[in-house]
């Protein structure tokens, strides 16, 4: 069983602040791509292994995991889109002689070993598999001018993290037909959806967040070191 992982790492977004791309800001003195790519290999054994990257910023990733424990890294020029970074990182030979192929988020340095096993046992099982934590908070519907609507039903809604992981193959054809039909999801769950084949759905982790905002980095900051004074 040969397993590949996906960095998506091709965003430009600077919402968390700064001149530079958010998965290139610094925790703990570790940029958090580099924290990503590192606890989730820890957790794994991946034999392909590619980042997808923003324009222009080759020469400082390719520093960044000079200085990484991870080796034996492709980097593949990300897209417009994340849809099209991934697409262009699952067209990579390597990730195409896999089985089992992992997507996961550069902004998300912090999943555990337990959540990695949980999703690796059930894409073999289930072939697609999406981690997420249920909502605890009231969901409303508002209108255009932000005015409540009404209440939703949480009781069957989650919210979705990554790592997904599928079969590759049903990936890489779910994504050529997602691509004849012109569209573009948001995430790789949505793509295999969309080829009309269930995604499983997994118990996600609430540590597990997505960097995006300046909140968020403070969070992750917080995060990190319970994590280092924890050891």
């Known amino acids: 069983?040969?397993?590949?992982?996906?960095?998506a790492a091709?965003?430009?977004?600077?919402?968390?602040?700064?001149p530079i791309p958010k998965q290139?800001?610094?925790?703990?003195?570790?940029p958090i791509l580099t924290m990503t790519i590192e606890n989730i290999t820890h957790c794994l054994k991946f034999d392909a292994i590619v980042v997808t990257y923003p324009v222009d910023?080759?020469?400082l990733l390719s520093e960044l995991l000079e200085k990484s424990s991870v080796k034996n890294v492709e980097l593949v020029e990300g897209g417009p889109t994340r849809f099209d970074s991934v697409w262009n990182a699952l067209q990579q030979h390597s990730i195409q002689q896999t089985d089992i192929v992992f997507v996961h988020d550069a902004v998300r340095p912090f999943v555990d070993k337990e959540l990695i096993i949980r999703i690796y046992d059930n894409a073999i099982r289930h072939k697609a598999?999406?981690?997420?934590?249920?909502?605890?908070?009231?969901?409303?519907?508002?209108d255009k001018e932000e005015f409540i609507l009404k209440?939703?039903?949480r009781s069957n809604l989650v919210a979705i993290q990554t790592p997904q992981a599928f079969e590759t193959g049903l990936l890489i054809s779910a994504y050529e037909k997602a691509i004849s039909e012109k569209k573009i999801f948001?995430?790789?769950?949505?793509?295999v959806e969309n080829f009309g084949f269930r995604v499983k759905f997994v118990e996600g982790s609430e540590t597990n967040i997505k960097i995006t905002t300046p909140q968020d980095l403070l969070l992750a900051s917080l995060i990190e070191s319970i994590k280092i004074n924890s050891k």
Do not use: Q
């Not at 091709?10 to 700064?18: D, F, M, P």
């Not at 290139?24 to 570790?30: L, P, R, T």
């Open 151 to 153: 209440t939703i039903d």
């Open 57 to 59: 910023y080759f020469k």
């Open 10 to 18: 091709g965003g430009t977004g600077t919402r968390a602040g700064g």
């Open 24 to 30: 290139f800001h610094i925790i703990s003195g570790k």
């Open 129 to 142: 598999v999406a981690p997420g934590i249920r909502l605890k908070d009231t969901i409303k519907e508002i």
């Open 186 to 191: 948001t995430d790789e769950a949505g793509v």
């Open 1 to 7: 069983m040969k397993l590949g992982l996906i960095i």
